[in-house]
Nanobody, 118 residues
Framework: VQLQASGGGMVQAGGSLRLSCAAS????????MAWYRQAPGKQRELVAT???????NYADSVKGRFTISRGNAKNSVHLQMNNLKREDTGVYYC?????????????WGQGTLVTVSS
């Protein structure tokens, strides 16, 4: 099972980016998908989560600016990031809680870099 993330890049403060993540492989069920980020010199932090039933959670720092949603493709998720700030800079990682063959539990995708300039 693999998670493929895309959509990072460089943007000016106030701009927008959309990240995408797609899971592939022998997946029976995905309990949740989430985005984490890690800024230089800081610990990885949870940004947003979407659960099977559609409920979502956001870090306080991104509420009102970021939206996590399911993609049209099965087992995919997007993170729409608006009004980006310099402090949003970091490597963004996709994460999924899967029931699959052979993995059961949380898996990580490769990171995608988001750079917000002033």
């Amino acid at each position: 099972v693999q998670l493929q993330a895309s959509g990072g890049g460089m943007v000016q403060a106030g701009g927008s980016l959309r990240l995408s993540c797609a899971a592939s492989g022998r997946i029976f069920r995905i309990e949740s998908m989430a985005w984490y980020r890690q800024a230089p010199g800081k610990q990885r932090e949870l940004v947003a989560t979407i659960f099977t039933g559609g409920s979502t959670n956001y870090a306080d720092s991104v509420k009102g600016r970021f939206t996590i949603s399911r993609g049209n493709a099965k087992n995919s998720v997007h993170l729409q990031m608006n009004n980006l700030k310099r402090e949003d800079t970091g490597v963004y990682y996709c994460n999924a809680n899967v029931v699959s063959d052979p993995e059961v539990g949380y898996i990580w995708g490769q990171g995608t870099l988001v750079t917000v300039s002033s």
